[in-house]
């Protein structure tokens, strides 16, 4: 991406717009494949009915209400540093993440049609309902957001006069917890009926935001479109790190509360998760939450960029295995207790995404960085030497 954005190399018809429009094809394609056969071209069935395309969603919502976090606090606490860069983050969440956060639910459907019963038939009581609403509210703030951003950075508006758009911004950041609903509510679900799991999402979504913004600043560094010190990076991978340190310790907890008692259903749920067919998951999450911990918390008064960015690579992949075990431990250990053989044939897993879900969401993602990489080109959103 940072080939994008070099002066020299500004067009739109560039080399990653290319790479990017390429993949969104793929993904194309293999939506027409699933459109024709069905979902049973994926790897999704009776017990995991939720998968990659869910966990995509889950990350940009996340992605989205941090960043939406990371535009509005600079003018809401004093952080004078981290303004120039708010535009770059406030049009992320506007247009790349909130799009490919809609694409995945719409492709989870399986029908696109049936989206527009969000709209025609929404159920006010329905958390999926909230979803969609908080959903269409992220796009239309963030524009707003972004416009006004951009009219202060071009000395048209005074920057007093984004407090109140920078506050709706910050509540409307906080509220990604209720994306949390959709699962804590279920009551049958043990695992996910906890009151941590808000808790959870928000900080996955904080580090998501953060994360990215901490590779995008790197690639943007490097083709000078933007100069954000190292010190600022260094302070975001901190900030990156102690909410790692936070989730680990939910992690954790469940973990021990779920183990500890020795039987019942939560103890098999974990037992399958920590030593049986999940474990590899599981092990990864650990060791990819201490990784980006111990790389983004090193003391120094300059780390490396490509250390920071490593890192915030590592917590991104962190948060998606965090909340993909969350989905599989649940999805594959359900609450059935019904005398007689297992009613599906007993607990199966782990989940593997199919080709077909790969391609697809890898062509979802590619057109969101091509959003990003247009609006990077064609926007005034960049800063000047510092």
């Known amino acids: 991406m940072a080939v994008v954005t070099n002066t020299k190399k500004s067009g739109v018809l560039n080399l990653w717009n290319l790479i990017f429009a390429s993949f ?24 995991n009915m939720w998968g990659l395309y869910i966990v995509g969603f889950m990350f940009f919502t996340g992605v989205a209400a941090g960043c939406l976090l990371f535009a509005a606090v600079p003018y809401l606490f004093k952080l004078d540093a981290f303004k120039p860069y708010t535009p770059i983050a406030s049009y992320l969440g506007a247009v790349a993440s909130i799009v490919a956060a809609s694409l995945f639910i719409i492709v989870d459907i399986g029908n696109p049609e049936r989206a527009w019963l969000f709209i025609t038939s929404g159920n006010l009581s329905s958390p999926m309902f909230w979803d969609f609403i908080m959903l269409a509210s992220y796009m239309v703030i963030s524009v707003i957001f972004t416009r006004q951003l951009l009219l202060v950075k071009a000395g048209k ?9 920078a506050w709706l911004a910050f509540l409307a950041g906080i509220l990604v917890t209720v994306t949390s609903f959709v ?16 808790l959870s999402f928000l ?16 690639l943007l560094n490097r083709s000078e479109y933007i100069h954000m010190p190292t010190t600022l990076l260094a302070k975001m991978g901190k900030v990156v790190a102690a909410l790692l340190c936070a989730e680990l310790i939910i992690v954790a907890t469940e973990v021990l509360i779920g183990l500890y008692p020795g039987s019942g259903e939560e103890h ?13 998951g599981f092990w990864a999450e650990l060791g990819a939450l201490l990784a980006a911990i111990g790389i983004l918390a090193m003391p120094g008064k300059a780390p490396k960029r490509g250390s920071l960015a490593a890192g915030a690579i590592i917590a991104l992949i962190a948060v998606y295995l965090v909340k993909s075990n969350l989905l599989q431990v649940q999805l594959f250990n359900p609450l059935l207790n019904l005398p007689g ?12 995404p199919s080709l077909i879900e790969i391609g697809l969401s890898l062509g979802i993602v590619a057109l969101g960085a091509l959003l990003l990489n247009l609006g990077l080109s064609k926007l005034n959103l960049r800063t000047s030497r510092q």
């Open 24 to 47: 969104a094809v793929l993904g194309v394609v293999c939506w027409g494949l699933q459109l024709s056969k069905g979902l049973q071209v994926t790897n999704l069935g009776t017990h």
């Open 157 to 165: 508006k005074a920057e007093e006069a984004l407090r109140p758009i």
């Open 183 to 198: 699962f804590c509510f279920q009551v049958a679900r043990p695992l996910w009926n906890t009151p941590v799991q808000p």
């Open 203 to 218: 900080i996955a979504a904080l580090v998501a935001a953060l994360a990215v913004m901490i590779v995008l600043a790197c």
């Open 268 to 280: 098999a749920a974990f037992s399958w998760l920590v030593a049986g067919k999940g474990a590899v």
């Open 341 to 352: 053989p297992p009613v599906y044939g007993g607990t199966t897993g782990p989940y593997v």
